[in-house]
């Protein structure tokens, strides 16, 4: 029996199982009570009429990459509905607020055979475009049956997938010609999914290039503005476990020389907020939460920004970013967020998630990378001492975001074209 075989068994017999999990995750907070059917492949809407364009995204960071790209698609197809997927709450909050008309969300159905064909019954897409890295065998088996167009965009495998996918070549080769082309983030990304048995793969840049600054209501940009009056600001954007303790000692080194210091730390996952203000508390730093409506006085060290999108008011009122999980293992975030919004940028040795944008930063002298706090400490002090240079920083990153903003029109440009005939539903 192959790989494909033994996993579409497996997840058969595993239905009973995930649907337990299901349940914990519910307790636990991490799904949604009113739509936890749709992650059984059950949709709590209609299907529009018309042609359907499916575009399924992990989570946060590729939600936001695919919003220019859906942007596109609607206006050169302007009788077509866009489906986007995506398996976290916390997407489907932030996509709420976000996505254009004719667009709408659906949280993704587990990977088990019956919940993946009810959802293709109902909703019966004419092109999907998966994005970056998620390959679901089940899923992309059902659409290969049916004959669905797809394309796998922004592509992106790290080096421990592309080995641990070497292992399952055949698997992998199976999977990957599911798409009729895959479009990389980078040609290093491109080299490992041909390698892996890709048909078409071209790359033409990171899609985040082509993102639409990050939004930023007027009267929350004032009332934030006012504030942060009189501060230097540091931020930390979109941290992951064990930075906030990173950037808590950083401050403390420099407190004594910068007085007027204030280090605003916006969490990847607000749900933590308790738990980061108790650490940073018992390590002798006063800690403010937005959350609660804190006002901020002379005497606090930290501004905790516990609240769901709100990264562009706080990278419009800094001069100075520091990327999250770029001093741990998780990968780094998107450094062209800051960029864009004039900000210096500065991130640590862990950007594989964004290597080849942090690779071009840091070579146009538009960002500098830090191999360690020490490091970190030494930029941010030069920095704070000289406007001078931290607003050539600033330039230079925004000339690179502006660089390749065309990156969305050369994808859409090389996509499968839009059915215009539905095929049959298959027999189940």
């Known amino acids: 029996m192959t790989a494909l075989a033994l996993y579409r068994a497996g997840t058969r017999l595993a239905a009973p199982y995930l ?44 939600s936001l990459s695919a919003l220019s790209l859906i942007g596109r698609l609607l206006a050169l197809h302007p009788d077509a509905h866009i489906l986007v997927t995506t398996g976290t709450v916390t997407s489907a909050r932030l996509l709420a607020t976000r996505l254009p008309p004719r667009s709408f969300h659906q949280f993704f159905p587990l990977d088990v055979p019956g919940w993946g064909r009810g959802f293709l019954d ?17 899923m992309l088996g059902e659409l ?31 999977l990957l010609r599911s798409f009729a082309i895959c479009i990389a983030q980078s040609e290093a990304q491109a ?72 280090t605003v730390i916006v969490p990847r996952h607000p749900a933590r907020a308790a738990e980061i203000a108790g650490a ?10 937005r959350s ?8 606090d060290d930290l501004y905790l920004a516990d609240t769901m999108g709100e990264l562009g008011l706080f990278y419009r009122n800094t001069a100075l970013a520091v990327i999250g999980a770029s001093f741990g293992h998780d990968g780094g975030h998107n450094p062209l967020e800051a960029a864009q919004l004039d900000c210096a940028v500065l991130f640590g040795p862990g950007m594989a998630n964004f290597q080849a944008v942090a ?39 925004k000339a690179v975001a502006e660089k390749h903003r065309d990156v969305v029109d050369r994808v859409v440009e090389h996509l499968p074209p839009l059915r215009t005939r539905r095929a049959a539903r298959p027999p189940s």
Do not use: Q
């Open 122 to 138: 109902h909703w019966r897409p004419d092109l999907v475009l998966w994005m970056e890295s998620e390959l679901w065998p089940n």
């Open 191 to 262: 080299e490992r999914l041909r390698r892996l048995g890709a048909r078409e793969v071209l790359c033409f840049g990171n899609l985040k290039y082509s993102a639409d600054p990050l939004p930023a209501d007027a009267d929350d940009l004032a009332a934030l503005r006012t504030l942060l009056a009189g501060r230097d600001v540091l931020l930390w954007a979109s941290t992951h476990t064990g930075e906030e303790r990173v950037a808590g000692d950083l401050h403390k080194r420099l407190r004594t020389d910068h007085p007027a210091l204030l």
């Open 292 to 299: 609660r409506g804190d006002t901020i006085d002379a005497t």
């Open 359 to 397: 690779d071009e930063l840091t070579a146009a002298h538009a960002a500098v990378s830090c191999a360690d706090i020490d490091a970190l400490e030494t930029t941010v002090r030069r920095l704070l001492a000289d406007e001078t240079e931290r607003a050539a920083l600033a330039r230079a990153a």
């Open 19 to 62: 649907r337990g999990l299901l349940r914990r995750r519910l307790a636990a907070g991490k799904e949604d009570p009113d739509r936890i059917a749709e992650r059984h492949g059950v949709p709590s809407r209609p299907r529009p009429d018309g042609p359907l364009i499916w575009l399924h995204a992990a989570s946060v960071g590729e």
């Open 144 to 174: 290969r049956r049916r004959g669905v167009p797809m394309a796998l965009v922004n592509a992106r495998m790290s080096a421990g997938s592309f080995a641990n996918w070497r292992r399952l070549r055949g698997t992998a080769a199976v």
């Open 280 to 289: 940073l508390g018992d390590a002798g730093l006063r800690v403010k939460l």
